[in-house]
């Protein structure tokens, strides 16, 4: 079985900054594309930022310049620093994984679009 688990969320001051982390559990093998989604309240999820396992990385344009996304291919973890939050970024936030391969005994196994359970990022003074 493969795991995403967030952490890094809080509650934050506008103009304040945060850092996101997330891992992969399990005897992972490759992943694909990692990324963060993220969906405030009464709308609907909305991508915020991708990796791909060469670095390629793509920002929606409400973000570019604020936030950064970054991988470790090693740890099978993807980060995101969010900085200069405005309240319209208090959302929860979620990590994705295309597509995960991973061993279970002598076995490779592919899920596609893992989710992890999300963390909560509140913007507010």
């Known amino acids: 079985q493969v795991q995403l688990v967030e952490s890094g969320g809080g509650l934050v001051q506008p103009g304040g900054s945060l850092r996101l982390s997330c891992a992969a559990s399990?005897?992972?093998?490759?992943?694909?594309?990692m990324a963060w989604y993220r969906q405030a309240p009464g709308k609907e999820r909305e991508l915020v930022a991708r990796?791909?396992?060469?670095?390629?990385?793509v920002y929606a344009d409400s973000v570019k310049g604020r936030f950064t996304i970054s991988r470790d291919l090693a740890k099978n973890t993807v980060d995101l620093q969010v900085n200069s939050l405005k309240p319209e970024d208090t959302a929860v936030f979620y990590c994705?994984?295309?597509?995960?391969?991973?061993?279970?005994?002598?076995?490779?196994?592919?899920?596609?679009?893992?989710w992890g359970q999300g963390t909560l990022v509140t913007v507010s003074s």
């Open positions: 994705n994984a295309d597509r995960v391969r991973w061993w279970s005994g002598s076995s490779l196994y592919t899920s596609f679009d893992v």
């Open positions: 399990g005897r992972i093998y490759s992943i694909n594309i």
């Open positions: 990796v791909d396992s060469g670095g390629s990385t």
